[in-house]
């Protein structure tokens, strides 16, 4: 009998951390994005509101 060590399937795990990482950067960059506008509300016609 061998003693081999046990090999796990990451795969999961990894695509998990892939998404949590790229919904992090997507949701921190619009929420910089809407805390500047309400910080600058005079830039918004840059945008086409007005």
Known sequence: ????PLE?????AKWFMWS??????????????IAFQ???PSLNLVF???
């Open 48 to 50: 086409g509101d007005g």
């Open 20 to 33: 949590a990482i790229i919904l992090g950067i997507v949701g921190m960059t619009i929420g910089v994005f």
């Open 38 to 40: 309400l910080a600058f």
């Open 8 to 12: 796990y399937d990451y795969t999961v």
């Open 1 to 4: 009998m061998e003693n081999r």
